[in-house]
């Protein structure tokens, strides 16, 4: 893949951005109806999730016509084609019901199977990060800077972050987690 055409995908997922949060937003705070799209648990969707995914699909399939689009509310588009666009319109719907801002879309594209680019966009905290191709960023209003990893090398030293203890279950990973929070600095949940 030349250079050109990596600085184009992450120009088009910068546009990304605005579709989704010009879809999203609106909805947020809204008094929104959901459905539970689960049996036994609870998995909320809303008219945003299908709504912000729909607006994100056709921008992708306008501007890539070839490429694949799977995401969580709708059947998958062009699924063998080499490109594929993953799209979560809005990853912790139940924050978004809540009217907590810590809500987010997320898109990735793979090759091949493969993720080679991604973004995380919080549009009610005004931030968004964009990862691939050997560059990771995070933009907001004051513009970009680079991301790096923590230089903690040390567990004891670390800091463990869950959403909940309920996304873990009983009998293999809550042990697992339980012990590896024991051995860090800190552990803290999300919404």
């Not at 959901?34 to 921008?59: H, L, Q």
């Not at 809500?103 to 793979?110: D, E, F, K, S």
């Not at 995070?138 to 004891?156: A, E, P, Q, W, Y």
């Not at 009998?171 to 803290?188: C, D, G, H, I, N």
């Amino acid at each position: 893949m030349n250079e050109e055409f990596k600085l184009e995908l992450r120009e088009f997922l910068r546009e990304l951005v605005s579709v989704a949060a010009a879809a999203a937003v609106p909805y947020f705070r809204s008094g929104l109806s959901y459905e539970n799209k689960s049996v036994g648990v609870y998995d909320p969707v809303t008219s945003a999730d299908r709504d912000t995914e729909e607006v994100i699909r056709r921008s992708i399939i306008s501007r890539y016509p070839h490429h694949g689009v799977s995401g969580e509310e709708f059947p998958p588009v062009n699924p063998d084609a080499s490109f594929q666009w993953v799209i979560d319109p809005i990853d912790g719907t139940k924050a978004f019901l809540s009217g907590l801002p810590t809500w987010a879309t997320l898109i990735a594209l793979c090759d091949e199977n493969r993720p080679i680019l991604g973004l995380m966009s919080q549009p009610i905290v005004g931030e968004y990060f964009i990862g691939g191709f050997d560059v990771t960023e995070r933009f907001d209003d004051n513009g970009c800077s680079k991301l790096h990893t923590s230089d903690v090398i040390r567990m004891t030293d670390a800091s463990v972050f869950a959403t909940s203890l309920d996304m873990f279950s009983p009998e293999l990973e809550l042990p697992k987690f339980k012990a590896l929070s024991r051995s860090a600095r800190m552990t803290r949940f999300g919404v």
